[in-house]
């Protein structure tokens, strides 16, 4: 069984930080690329930054400057730093990861439970 956990969400008012981490556990051979999406109520999921197990990172321009993605490959975590917060960043925001459990395993898709951002104005 796999376990992405989520923490660091929260409150913050417009122009402020937040960092999320995320910690993937149980039955791990291999993960691929890590992520974090959001969904603000309303609206489609959207990927909102990724990183592969080489360090290559992927933004849309939504947040390309003001998000860094960061992980470690050892310890299976994935963080997202959040600076230059918006109210239209306000959405729960989810980890992701595309991993293997054992190695005959197909690369699947695992999802956090989601953490909340509010942005206040």
């Known amino acids: 069984q796999v376990q992405l956990v989520e923490s660091g969400g929260g409150l913050v008012q417009a122009g402020g930080s937040l960092r999320l981490s995320c910690a993937a556990s149980g039955s791990i051979f291999s993960i691929n690329t890590m992520g974090w999406y959001r969904q603000a109520p309303g609206k489609q999921r959207e990927l909102v930054a990724g990183i592969t197990t080489g360090g290559s990172t992927n933004y849309p321009d939504s947040v390309r400057g003001r998000f860094t993605i960061s992980r470690d490959n050892a310890k299976n975590t994935v963080a997202l730093q959040m600076n230059s917060l918006n109210p239209e960043d306000t959405a729960v925001y989810y980890c992701?990861?595309?991993?293997?459990?054992?190695?005959?395993?197909?690369?699947?898709?695992?999802w956090g439970q989601g953490t909340q951002v509010t942005v206040s104005s």
């Open positions: 992701n990861a595309n991993l293997r459990r054992y190695p005959s395993d197909y690369a699947r898709e695992f």
